[in-house]
């Protein structure tokens, strides 16, 4: 989303309220959902960084192919480990 700090906090409830309406694409309703480099920006452990990548998985609707592609590691790669944490 290009404008202001200002501007862009004051779309975020806007954005937020149009996740459920199926009529608008999906790339358009998860406009407000952080970055994966401002997620994974802190991580300094390989356990801190898998679970960024699960929340970044299930809470903000990345794909395993964007997950993938942000840390260096394979879209098979990434289901693994997203799958061992749901076991845990």
């Known amino acids: 989303m290009l404008g202001s700090d200002a501007f862009v906090a004051k779309m975020v409830p806007q954005l ?14 998860r406009l407000h959902r ?4 401002k997620l994974l920006a802190k ?6 960084r ?3 990548m699960v929340r970044a998985y299930l809470e903000h ?7 993938g592609t942000e840390v260096g590691l394979h879209y098979a790669t990434v289901s693994r480990i997203i ?6």
């Open 61 to 67: 609707a990345y794909t395993l192919a964007e997950i």
């Open 50 to 52: 898998d679970q960024t």
């Open 43 to 48: 991580v300094d452990s390989k356990p801190a």
């Open 83 to 88: 799958k061992a944490s749901e076991v845990s």
């Open 34 to 37: 952080p970055s994966l480099k």
């Open 16 to 29: 937020k309220a149009s996740e459920t309406v199926a009529e608008i694409p999906k790339r358009q309703r």
